[in-house]
């Protein structure tokens, strides 16, 4: 099983760290591409705030089977 983890403001992304996930809290584009690029090679799943989504759209994937889910706005 792998990781779950969680990119974005920290408005929206504090609260995932109680069910588990790693949380990357970041404010900008630049602190969200500097977390993608420092998932773990066992992370599975994603939760990205529509900002980190942004930041992010054209970065390589961490593995091939990564999945990415953007919360709403």
């Known amino acids: ?5 969680v990119i974005g403001e920290a408005r929206r992304a504090e609260g995932f760290a109680l069910a ?3 949380v990357f809290c970041t404010e900008d584009a630049a ?3 500097e977390a993608w690029a420092a998932l773990a090679d066992d992370t599975a799943l994603v939760v990205l705030s529509p900002m980190a989504a942004a930041a992010v759209a054209e970065m390589p994937a961490a593995n091939d089977d990564l999945l ?4 709403p706005k």
């Open 20 to 22: 588990g996930a790693t």
């Open 1 to 5: 099983m792998g990781r779950v983890a």
């Open 31 to 33: 602190g969200a591409r």
């Open 68 to 71: 990415t889910v953007v919360m």
